[in-house]
């Protein structure tokens, strides 16, 4: 028997702001230099940015780009990297030089090439609330003062109009440089909010927070009234140290309340009665952690081939399957199902190490999670509608599957992964269902709400171990017209391990 799933596009959750489909670059490993700014390669352009990575990232629409990091940020001077004379420094977060030839003036390039908003993280790990400031300055103002001036000396006349910023990355964490207590946090980022809107009034500021009341309760009651935005992190195979990486049945053991951190969040919003005025920007998340030994911990690896050259597993593209697409998948449908306080989510990040974009010297490979992407800002809608069953609400009815987590022990999962959107301009409905089953398909029928035509969008790979690489291309997205029967519904059999949005026009 199929489970038979009942669209009500007439009931409305929540609009769905573009940003959650947003990404994270930061200056780390191949992600900047020898990665979208390349300027011996013939692929870039005038700029030196990678024209091929550019446009895979303009076919994702990229809504919103976040960058230079990341913990790189927490010892970043912006002012060492405008200019005509740019200052090498050694990185003392990633413990590597940048010759700072990618810089604010280079990155906001790169926006208006994506066609996407600049999101700037700011150090306030080294940093201060005047230089923060100051890079509100030299972004936004028109002429005025010296950084204004600076910009327009550097060849750029109109302001940069830099919208949304972050005071700081990770500040609560002992791995960052610069970390703070929750009282520091609380002032810091007081004193850097005021004086970034006294720079400027129509910034919009996050602030680097947790799921955890004492830190986050004391930056919303701090500087709550600052704030438009609050920001958290998650990763969930972490492998910093270790590059053991979660088998396909644990990579779905993590998809257990997988919006676990944004219900936190929501509730600490709820309860200081924020949650109308702030929104939550999960601005950093993939389901692995980036593997970097050594620099972490208390003890620094001693050479580089403690601490550099394994950063080179981040690349190995085998690593990258259906279990990286099956969970992106249902992470982005969380953040559709909690729409109404999630206005921006970051993929960290989106060109190599863990990216959807892996980039070498003569092309780009897209890796699983590069096709979700396609396929959800290209055929999922802006409005959050409701989907439930015949027999009841998704939660009753959904079947169940036992999958071993990294430790052994044995969760219970949802086979299935289901949320409906519909589109305010089309009145087009989109149903993404995606199935977790290692090996076992699923039937389903959908009413089709009374429209007339219905596609099949799937993303799968041969087995759930598929991958793409150079020259090797198993995972893509296929469709197929499906065929509406006379009771008005579709009927699927959806397949192991995929991905599939079912529109309806
Ligand atoms: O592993 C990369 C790091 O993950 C980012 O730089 C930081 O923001 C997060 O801890």
């Known amino acids: ?4 799933l009942c669209i009500n596009p007439d009931r409305e959750k929540s609009v769905i702001n573009p940003m ?10 191949r992600q900047i230099y020898d990665g979208i700014y390349d300027p011996a390669n013939p692929l870039s352009d005038e700029d030196g940015l990678r024209t091929d990575i550019i446009d895979a990232m303009k076919k994702i629409r990229v809504p919103i780009l976040r960058w230079p990091g990341g913990c790189f940020v927490s010892a970043y001077h912006w002012k060492k990297a405008v200019g005509p004379n740019r200052t090498p420094v050694f990185d ?24 996407c908003e600049p999101y700037i993280c700011t150090n306030a790990g080294t940093g201060s609330a005047e230089e923060m400031s100051d ?5 936004n103002l028109t002429d005025e003062g010296e950084y204004a001036k600076k910009r327009i000396s550097n060849g750029y006349t109109k302001p940069h109009n830099v919208k949304y910023w972050s005071i700081g990355n990770e500040n609560y964490g002992h791995w960052e440089i610069g970390a703070k207590s929750s009282e520091e946090w609380g002032r810091l980022v007081l004193e850097s909010a005021k004086m970034m809107k006294h720079v400027d009034p129509y910034v919009q500021l996050s602030a680097a927070a947790i799921a ?11 500087c709550g009234h600052f704030l438009d935005w609050i920001s958290v992190h998650q990763y969930w195979d972490m492998v910093p140290e270790i590059n053991e990486l979660a088998d396909y049945d644990a990579c779905m053991a993590y998809t257990y309340e997988i919006d676990r951190t944004v219900s936190e969040v929501r509730g600490m919003l709820t309860a200081l009665k924020l949650e109308k005025k702030i929104k939550i ?4 998340w993939n389901l692995r952690s980036w593997h970097h030994p050594n620099v972490h911990t208390i003890t620094q690896g001693a050479n580089k081939e403690d601490y550099l050259t394994p950063r080179d597993k981040n690349d190995d593209n085998s690593s990258y399957t259906m279990a990286d697409a099956v969970f992106a998948a249902c992470f982005l449908n969380a953040m559709i199902r909690n729409s109404d306080i999630v206005g921006m989510a970051n993929f960290a990040p989106v060109l190599n190490t863990r990216g959807c974009i892996y980039s070498y010297d003569k092309g780009i490979v897209l890796r699983s999670t590069y096709h979700v992407f396609d396929l959800y800002v290209n055929h999922m809608g802006d409005t959050y509608i409701d989907v439930c069953t015949d027999k009841g609400e998704l939660s009753a009815v959904l079947p169940v599957t036992e999958v071993k987590d990294k430790k052994g022990m044995t969760r219970s999962v949802t086979s299935l992964d289901i949320c409906a959107t519909g589109s305010s301009e089309s009145g087009e409905i989109s149903l993404s269902v995606v199935n977790k089953d290692a090996d076992t398909s699923h039937d389903i029928s959908v009413n089709t709400c009374g429209l007339k035509k219905a596609i099949l969008y799937s ?9 793409n690489d150079i020259n090797q291309n198993e995972i893509d997205i296929s469709s197929e017209k499906l065929q509406i029967s006379d009771d008005g519904k579709v009927y699927i059999s959806v397949k192991p391990h995929s991905v599939n949005v079912i529109k309806l026009i």
């Open 212 to 222: 955890d009341v004492d830190w986050t309760f004391n930056l919303l009651k701090t």
């Open 281 to 284: 920007a999960f601005d950093e």
């Open 135 to 139: 890079w509100v300055e030299y972004c």
């Open 20 to 29: 959650i489909y947003g990404h994270f670059i930061e200056h780390f490993h």
């Open 1 to 4: 028997m199929p489970i038979n």
């Open 459 to 467: 993303i799968n790979g041969k087995d759930k171990d598929s991958y």
């Open 92 to 115: 003392k977060a990633w413990r590597i030089e940048d010759p700072n030839t990618f810089g604010t003036d280079e990155y906001i390039k790169l926006c208006r090439k994506i066609g």
